[in-house]
């Protein structure tokens, strides 16, 4: 399939040597776009600016929700054919934008109309239990997703694309998201500045998720038996964050103890109709572990 003002570079197998070349170096990908501006759950600013880099090589385990995606996307992407006749959905590869070759997407499929029309994009997402995602035929996908269409639809330079999730292994959604030039801009931006400060170089400042702290611990090469003199300031809020830490955890054993106690030897226990948490024993009865309802904590912090 053409596309005037995008590059097919090549279709590459996932994994690959050549498609981690296509993605490396001086570029931002579709997948990269909401971690350089802090929105994406599994990559923080630092963490990537890092790989890119060079200072730390990029880890990826595929899990087991990453390897059954994988497995179910042509299986969604038939079904969603079989629904919509009016598009030709086809497999595609990796693209650059046609001003821009830093600028990267590989789209899960192509659609191209029966009658002629614009070619539209395909992403396609599994999910547990849909977080995130809104009513179908609406526009709501959680935002790291957002972020990832709207630079698919700037790289290649159309202006629609449809989004299909299959929640739970059995209830499928479709989305429409039209391209927003606004936020298409903001996201180019965006990624331009956090290429120059890989260039120059200039990390972005730390911040408080995993993948920040996973990559802070991995990149000295080594150690000395040295003292080092740090600031007085990063030193104070260092305490600050471990003593507050510290409290908090007594509060939450302080409050799990009272949940127990008030569960006698229940295995679940609800509050108001809405259940709390469950615990987990051991061989010879007694608790091994008290796990809060996900779905009690969501309602809870609204």
């Known amino acids: 399939m053409r596309i ?56 990826v385990e595929p899990n087991a929700a990453m390897r059954w ?12 054919a079989e629904a919509h006749p009016e598009f030709s959905v086809e497999t595609t590869g990796t693209w650059a934008n046609g001003d821009r070759p830093w600028q990267r997407a590989t789209p899960d ?33 959680p935002v790291y997703y957002r972020c990832q269409v709207l630079w698919q639809l700037d790289t290649l330079s159309l202006s629609e694309a449809r989004v299909v999730v299959l929640i739970g292994g059995q209830e499928e959604r479709e989305y ?3 391209y927003d030039a606004e936020e298409a801009t903001y ?26 702290y996973d990559t802070v611990r991995r990149l000295p090469d080594g150690v000395e038996d040295v003292v080092a003199d740090i600031d007085p300031g990063v030193a104070e809020e260092y ?5 507050a830490h510290r409290r908090a955890e007594e ?6 103890a009272a949940v127990l106690d008030a569960m006698g030897n229940a295995k679940k226990c609800a509050a108001d109709g809405r259940m709390v948490a469950s ?11 008290l796990t809060p309802n996900p779905t009690y904590l969501k309602a809870a912090a609204i």
């Open 4 to 59: 005037p003002k995008a590059t097919l570079l090549g279709v590459f197998e996932p994994g690959s040597p050549q498609w981690d070349e296509a993605r490396s170096g001086l570029t931002v990908t579709a997948t990269e776009a909401a971690a350089v501006v802090g929105l994406s759950p599994w990559t923080s600013p630092f963490s990537l600016w890092h790989h890119k880099a060079g200072t730390v090589a990029r880890q």
């Open 69 to 80: 995606g994988n497995r179910l996307e042509p299986v969604i992407a038939d079904a969603f």
């Open 109 to 141: 499929r192509l659609l191209a109309p029966a009658d002629g029309g614009p070619v539209r994009l395909l992403e396609i997402k599994t999910s547990r239990f849909g977080d995130g995602f809104g009513p179908a035929d609406s526009d709501e996908v």
């Open 176 to 178: 429409t998201i039209a």
């Open 187 to 212: 996201l180019r931006e965006q990624a331009a500045n956090f290429l120059d400060g890989v260039r120059s170089g200039t990390p972005p400042p730390l911040d408080g998720t995993t993948v920040t």
């Open 239 to 243: 305490r600050a964050a471990v003593l």
């Open 251 to 256: 509060t939450k054993r302080r409050a799990a």
């Open 279 to 289: 615990r987990r024993t051991k061989p010879d009865g007694t608790t091994l572990a």
